[in-house]
C-alpha cells in the first residue's frame, strides 16, 4: 500500500480531477454568479447607490445571471474541462467583475465586498498553484479604480484597498492551509479504513476496491482510455494449520507468525503487485500482467518465501497453500476469479494431483 503521504498528495490531485467535484464547481460558480445578478440588480435601485445609466447595468446583470443559471443546470458541461481549464476560464472572466465594479461606481462601488465570493472559491476548489495567482489577478481587479477614478483618493478608496488586499491574502492563506487539511484528514481515515492493523497491508475492503478497478481498466471503457489488453493474475494465500498454531502457542505467537509471512510474501512481489489480507490467516495477491505460467511461478516464490527460516526459532514456520486464477482465462468477473482461485488452493492444500493443471 501507498505511505500517507503518497496518498495524500494523490488525494489532493484527485480532488482537483474527480470528474464529480468538477460538476459541484460548477454548480457552486454558477450558484455565485447568480447571487452577484441579483445583488447587483438589487443595489441598482438603492438610494445612494452609483452606477452607470440603469439600463446598462440591468443588461451586464442579465449576461451573468444567464451563465450561472446555464452552469448549475449543465448547459456548461464543466465536468468535461481539465482543472487547468477551468483555472484558465476562471482568470479569463474575473475581469468581468472588474466590469462590473467599475460601472457601480468605481471607488464607491457596492459590489466591491462580493470579490470575497470568488476569492473562497478559487482558495478552496483550485489547486495551490492555481490559488495563489488567480488571488493576485482579484487583488489586482480590485485596485484598479485607483486608475480611473479620479475620487479614489479622496474617497478614502486607497486605505480601504491596503485593508483589502491584507484580508485576501490571508483569506487566501487560511482556505488552502483548510484544504490540505481537510484532504490529508481524509486520506488518513481511508488508509486506518483501508490498512489491516495487524500486517500493516491492505484489507479486504482495500483488496475488493483494488480488484475491481483492475478489472474495469480491462472491461469498462472510459472516455478516451482504450481497454487494458494485459492479463491480470489472482492468488489466493492460505496458511496450513493456522488454528494449530494457535492452539499450541498462543495468539500472539499466532499474530507474528502473520507478520512474517506476510513480510516474507511482499519480499518476492513486484513493485506493480498488491498484497492484502482478506480472512483470519488468508491472504490474496493481485498480480497486472501476469499470466498463467507467471502466476504458477509467482505462487512457487510466496509457497518458498514464507517457509523460510529458522525452524529452531522462537515463531513457527508455517505452510502455505496458494490457489490463482488468471483473467481472462479463468474468468472475467471477480465473484469468477475468486471462486476458481480458491478452487485450485482447496484443491492444493489437499493434495489433489490435478493442482498443477492449467484450467
Known sequence: MQTIPEQIRQARAAFAEAVDERARMGQISGVLWMFAAVVGTIDAFAPGSHHSPTPLVLALGALVFLYGFASVIGWIPWERASI?????????????????????????SYLEPLLICPLLYAAFFFPERWAWPLTVELIVIAGTPLIYDPDAIHNAFLPRYIAL??????????????????????????EFANRDPLTGIGNRRYFDAKMKAELERRTVPFGRRDLDTSPLALLILDLDD???????????????????????????????????????????????GAHSEGAALLADAVR????????????????????????PDDGQDFETLMRSADDRMLRIKRGDPRRAARF
Open 84 to 108: 487547468e481549464a477551468l483555472a484558465i476560464g476562471m482568470v479569463l472572466t474575473v475581469p468581468i467583475v472588474g466590469l462590473a465594479i467599475y460601472m457601480t461606481g468605481g471607488s464607491l
Open 165 to 190: 488586499v491584507v484580508a485576501f491574502l490571508a483569506a487566501t492563506w487560511v482556505m488552502v492551509g483548510l484544504k490540505k487539511r481537510l484532504v490529508a484528514a481524509e486520506a488518513r481515515q481511508r
Open 242 to 288: 493456522f488454528k494449530g498454531i494457535n492452539d499450541r502457542h498462543g495468539h500472539q505467537v499466532g499474530d507474528a507468525v502473520l507478520r512474517a509471512a506476510t513480510e516474507r510474501a511482499h519480499a518476492v512481489l513486484r513493485s506493480t503487485d498488491t498484497l492484502a489480507r482478506i480472512g483470519g490467516d488468508e491472504f490474496a495477491i493481485i498480480a497486472p
Open 304 to 327: 518458498t518465501a514464507v517457509a523460510t527460516g529458522d525452524p529452531d526459532g522462537e515463531i513457527p514456520i508455517p505452510t502455505t497453500s496458494v490457489g490463482w486464477a488468471v483473467f
